[in-house]
């Protein structure tokens, strides 16, 4: 799939939250089992595939650091070369029974492609922390994830994740990249919503239909300097933090 995408073009390919290992875990033993260092084999490959189509990969792994602690990471490489790693700090369900959050703020990574702020799933659910992403000049928020299809979607209706990720790219006028699970995962269903949307809001491709799909689009990620609403508004310069208590 990453050969695919190089070959239309690809600038930067998302992978999915706990790509290699996947996601559900009897305990933490058994994910244990699967984690890894920064040097083992799943970043060790991103590297090997980003340096041989010369291309940006982020995907999630399951990282083992700190005194065996585990952490539900993202890690970032460009032509090769680990550019940063984001543990997620928003642990959703079973998963605070196994790993630990991460206690640093998602980073903001200057790329050759523009600003690139990375969250990993439930991050993004967090209006707080993604406009604080954007405000630090991510142009474009990346997030793989593992979004599970536990709730009914109404018919005509897109899943929650998908209209929360649109409104978090709309809200902040940055652009927003998801590579969401799909399938089925010892009896959890995952939505498969990958989606990518430009600052508008509005989506560029998917979101998938919980099917395997590969996903492409030019995004303008120059777009996301402009906060302006019109010529009387500005996304950012409009807030009144000291009232948002």
Request: proline share 7%; with cysteine; glycine share 10%.
């Amino acid at each position: 799939m990453i050969g695919r995408a190089a070959q239309l073009g690809a600038d930067l390919v998302v992978l999915p939250e706990l790509v290699t290992s996947g996601y559900v875990f009897t305990d933490a033993d058994e994910a244990r089992s699967h984690a890894e260092s920064a040097t083992g084999p799943t970043v060790s490959l991103f590297a090997e595939l980003s340096a041989e189509h010369q291309i940006m990969i982020i995907g999630g792994w399951c990282e083992r650091a700190d005194a065996d602690r585990l952490y539900n990471s993202a890690a970032v490489l460009d032509r090769g070369e680990l550019l940063a790693n984001y543990r997620k700090t928003h642990l959703w369900g079973r998963e605070k029974l196994i790993f630990t959050p991460g206690d640093e703020a998602p980073p903001v990574i200057n790329t050759r492609l523009g600003s690139i702020g990375v969250l990993v799933c439930y991050d993004l659910e967090f209006p707080e922390l993604v406009g604080e992403v954007a405000r630090r000049g991510a142009q474009l928020i990346v997030a793989p994830s593992n979004w599970p299809a536990g709730v009914p979607v109404p018919a005509g209706e897109r899943p929650a994740e998908v209209i929360k990720a649109q409104a978090a790219a709309a809200v902040n006028r940055i652009a927003i990249a998801v590579a969401d699970r799909c399938g089925l995962e010892r009896d959890v269903p995952w939505i498969g919503g990958s989606l990518i949307c430009g600052t508008d809001g509005y989506l560029l491709a998917g979101p998938a239909a919980g099917e395997p799909a590969l996903l492409w689009a030019d995004v303008d990620l120059a777009a996301a300097q402009d906060k302006g609403l019109g010529p009387h508004n500005d996304a950012f310069a409009d807030r009144r933090p000291e009232l948002y208590r």
